[in-house]
């Protein structure tokens, strides 16, 4: 089962921008499926963006959409999520997770984004 490592969070302003990275300890080539999720405190884990692999399309929340955008290195097995504009309500842990071909998934640790003035 493929190990991930999120980075890249941090504190940032209202309508600043963060790259959060998430780095696989194997291929993520054949991978069925890539997404970021986030949640935030109080509330359930919700889907922020995904990629799917078999379909050659990504997916976005209608909350992030035209702010973040999810992009994938098969060379360095790392998949990002560059995030723009960013709102209060974007603050959040947010987690990467992978779903392989059999249908097993892996999730990171997580990477905190809070978004305050």
């Known amino acids: 089962q493929v190990q991930l490592v999120e980075s890249g969070g941090g504190l940032v302003q209202p309508g600043g921008s963060l790259r959060l990275s998430c780095a696989a300890s194997?291929?993520?080539?054949?991978?069925?499926?890539m997404g970021w999720y986030r949640q935030a405190p109080g509330k359930q884990r919700e889907l922020v963006a995904a990629?799917?692999?078999?379909?050659?399309?990504?997916r976005y929340a209608d909350t992030v959409k035209g702010r973040f955008t999810i992009s994938r290195d098969n060379a360095k097995n790392t998949m990002y999520l560059q995030m723009n504009s960013l709102k209060f309500e974007d603050t959040a842990v947010y987690y990467c997770?992978?779903?392989?071909?059999?249908?097993?998934?892996?999730w990171g640790q997580g990477t905190q984004v809070t978004v305050s003035s």
């Open positions: 990629i799917i692999t078999t379909e050659f399309t990504t």
């Open positions: 194997g291929s993520i080539f054949s991978m069925y499926a």
């Open positions: 997770n992978v779903v392989d071909s059999s249908g097993r998934g892996s």
